[in-house]
């Protein structure tokens, strides 16, 4: 397994990234977001846990300002990245700024082959096509497998590959951010410890920041550094990796562990009525 990087020291790492306290509404009416705030130190991998539907892919795209096309909007707090707020800019404008978003469910061009999408992925860049085929045989490296599909049509791709070309396309963009969502969806455990060791590399090679929304909180907290969990849009938790894979409560509701052994379906939903941080 690849070695994860230590995590930045918190007095030493700079806060690349600090969400303040938003709320996110959607149609003007139904608050999604409940005065979230978190901070992605430079250089860390943090992870975003929770269940479906409690706010992880509301918080990206907070983050990324892609929320306008779903009739959202964030009505209070602010979000911050190298030192100037960013909720303002546009989605493009946060690309050429080194914020860039890997969305859920993958969304490759399905029409157009696998280099052909990491192409488009350096639309903002003006370094030349030198530079550009460089950083596509960077991309290879990272993902071999890539490399031997490059002139297959991406949605001809298994549902790994596809992964793999969205990752290498948002790398094509030489962010400083890669805001990472549910890169485990829909498939096999080989695959998603194979995605999840490649991050790791590329935050320790490439120096890239990464905030990842995950629902496998198991594999999640073994490769990242810190870790936000959120319930019914509200952070109700937060620590270092290590010691929330090590909390009881996280290990009971999340990973279905207890000191006494792995617990039932109807146990989890029973804890699920008592949590201690709802009370």
């Known amino acids: 397994m690849t070695a994860i990087p230590a995590a930045p020291k918190a007095d030493t790492a700079a806060p690349l990234l600090r969400v303040n306290n938003i709320e996110v509404i959607y149609d003007h009416v139904i608050l999604v977001l409940k005065g979230v705030s978190l901070v992605l130190p430079a250089g860390g991998i943090v992870a975003l846990l929770g269940a479906n539907g409690a706010g992880k892919t509301t918080t990206l795209k907070a983050i990324s300002n892609l929320l306008k096309a779903e009739r959202g ?5 602010s979000i911050e990245a190298f030192g100037e707020r960013i909720d303002q800019l546009t989605a493009s404008d946060l690309v050429r700024k080194g914020i860039i978003q890997v969305m859920e469910g993958r969304h490759c061009f399905g029409h157009l082959t696998v280099e052909e999408n990491l192409m488009t992925g350096a639309f903002s860049r003006r370094d030349g096509r030198g530079a550009v085929a460089a950083d596509i045989e960077r991309c ?3 993902f071999p497998r890539l490399k031997e599909r490059r002139k297959s049509q991406a949605g001809y791709t298994s549902g790994g590959e596809q992964q793999m070309t969205a ?3 948002a790398l094509m963009s030489r962010p400083k951010v890669i805001l990472l969502d549910e890169p485990s969806m829909g498939l096999a455990p080989q695959l998603v410890e194979e995605i999840f060791e490649i991050v790791v590399r590329l935050n320790r090679d490439e120096g890239v920041s990464i905030l990842l929304a995950e629902q496998n909180t198991n594999m999640a907290l073994r490769y990242s550094h ?3 969990i959120l319930e019914n849009g509200r952070v109700v938790m937060d620590g270092d990796a290590a010691e929330l894979r090590q909390n009881e409560d996280v290990k009971e509701f999340y990973l279905g562990l207890s000191a006494s052994g792995r617990k039932s379906y109807r ?8 949590k201690r941080w709802l009370a």
């Open 73 to 77: 909007n964030v009505t209070k707090g």
């Open 140 to 142: 290879y490296s990272y």
């Open 167 to 169: 990752i290498a396309r």
């Open 226 to 228: 810190y870790g936000y």
């Open 267 to 274: 146990e989890v939903k029973h804890y699920k009525r008592r």
